[in-house]
């Protein structure tokens, strides 16, 4: 390489320096991905009174130390650049500076993604265990409840067949006395017919002879009817005949 000494950093040093930065960063992905897909495994394992995700400080300062070290190796690529375009670039000092930014831009992204990826299964295991929570409370309340509602509806059902049985022995209790009072009342009939038989020549006697009676006075009042009317139809004849139209003598 033509770029050897000057004044400040040289393409040496600098490489040395991002190629150290490169490989910490490498080992720190590498337990920062462990981190980020560790912490569920062990949440399997934990007690419900235990975080779903663990100690979420450890991955926060490593990813806080993690993204220092992608700074500085930032710069490092930043300097190189400003170096290689302060000399004579060969294809060389392009391919390897490419190189580098390849491998940050490589580094970021899997930071990202394992970042993003910690941050939705934290939020998963958050909801599952809300979730579980819930159903847990859920269990403890409606186990309580169902016995509770258990115990009330065999409360109504034997106050329902209290009340069904008090009403069929009133119901038995009318009866009975509608029977009884229908009985007096039978008897009491019957004594009246009995009565009544007795007693029914002299009735039978009794009408007969108001009927005749009322025969006698129908009769006898036809008669006097009839006679009337004779006697005006005679006497209606015999005016006209007096009354009749005379010969004119003059």
Known sequence: MSAATTAGPTWEGLRKEARQLENEIDLKLVGFSKLGTGLSANVKSDSDNAPLLGPDHVFESMA??????????????????????????????????????????????????????????????DLLKSVRKDIDNFKTSSGLNRRMDFYLKENDHIRNSDRLLDDQISIAVETRDNLVAQRVNFKRLQTRFNDLSNRFPLINSLLQRVNLRKRRDSLILGLVIGGCMVLLLLYAFRVNGSTGVQPNLQ
């Open 64 to 125: 806080l130390e993690i993204e220092s070290l992608l700074e500085k190796l930032s710069n490092l690529n930043d300097q190189m650049a400003e170096f290689s375009s302060a000399q004579t670039p060969s294809a060389a000092l392009l391919h390897t500076l490419q190189r580098h930014r390849e491998i940050l831009q490589d580094y970021k992204q899997e930071f990202r993604k394992t970042q993003a990826n910690f941050t939705a299964r934290r939020e998963r295991e």
